[in-house]
């Protein structure tokens, strides 16, 4: 097996706006989350979260402590959250062993432990992205499928964003340090994802997006409301979404994403939103 890690630095808004599309690409978006039998991350200077996957074929992969941990486990000092968007899989830390099927999630708390992950089908590999925050003490691990989430049905086909809200590994459903995950799945026909665009300065996001046919597109929004940025996406990318950013998409068919926050407070709710015409 492989570890590939990198690190992000922290922008100030003032400074983003002057990027051009190799540089913005190159701050927010992460483009290479699944590599077979290898897990890759990236080490994000907001709000310390680190965001990757693994995808085990035919060996069993580590969630080894990379360096900027400076830690003897990954979990050492750390929460983590994952989805898995592949075939059946398995997930162990320390002595508890976890099976996965598609669109399933499980959190682990903080604490010393070793985590790998391996497939049960090398012809259909699990893929198992992950969000991991910094976590002040223990909670208990849990896996949640979507029949324990709480759904939120938003939007309408009329309006582009008929779609349902799964919110797996937020406070409602089990207790976290400040991790907070979901997966919200558009529905057929609806392109837009969080429309109206909003920002929480309390919290920063990352964005996964799956299940995007090969040959389509999607066009990721970030940036101040009135000093946008767009960022060209395919499937099985994620993207990074600072707490000054606004997060919204449209793309050229429906598809599903897994959101993840990280931050001051657990409030879902915790949006300031913006009108759709002061988009600029």
């Not at 680190?50 to 992969?61: I, K, N, W, Y």
């Not at 899989?89 to 708390?109: C, N, P, R, S």
Request: hydrophobic share 40%; charged share 25%; with cysteine.
């Amino acid at each position: 097996m492989k570890t590939n890690y990198e690190l992000r630095y922290a922008s100030h808004p003032e400074d983003a706006k002057h990027y051009d599309t190799k540089r913005i690409r190159r701050d927010f978006l992460i483009e290479k989350v699944f590599t077979p039998n290898e897990v890759n991350m990236v080490y994000s200077m907001y709000d310390r979260m680190v965001v990757g996957g693994a995808m085990p074929v035919d060996e069993v992969l580590n969630l080894e402590a990379i360096d900027p941990l400076k830690a003897p486990y990954f979990l050492t000092r750390r929460e983590i959250g994952l989805f898995n968007v592949g075939g059946p899989g398995i997930v162990k830390a320390g002595k508890a062993i976890f099976e996965l099927d598609f669109k399933e999630a499980l959190y682990l708390g903080a604490g010393d432990r070793e985590v790998t992950f391996e497939s049960k089908d090398p012809q259909n590999p699990a893929k198992f992205y992950f969000n991991s925050t910094t976590a002040h003490r223990n909670y208990p691990d849990k896996k949640v499928t979507k029949a324990e989430a709480v759904v939120a049905a938003m939007g309408s086909l009329e309006m582009s964003n008929d779609r349902n809200i799964n919110k797996m590994i937020v406070n409602q459903v089990l207790p976290t340090c400040q991790l907070q995950m979901g997966m919200t799945e558009l529905k057929p026909g609806s392109v837009w994802n969080t429309m109206p665009a909003h920002v929480h300065s309390r919290r920063m996001e990352a964005y996964f997006y799956f299940e995007l046919p090969e040959d389509q597109a999607i066009c990721h929004f970030m940036g101040e409301v009135d000093e946008t940025r767009h960022i060209w996406m395919k499937g099985d990318q994620a993207v990074l979404s600072p707490e000054w950013s606004i997060h919204s998409a449209a793309a050229t068919h429906n598809y599903t994403f897994i959101w993840g926050m990280g931050g001051e407070n657990l409030d879902y709710g915790d949006q300031d939103f913006s009108l759709i015409t002061d988009l600029k």
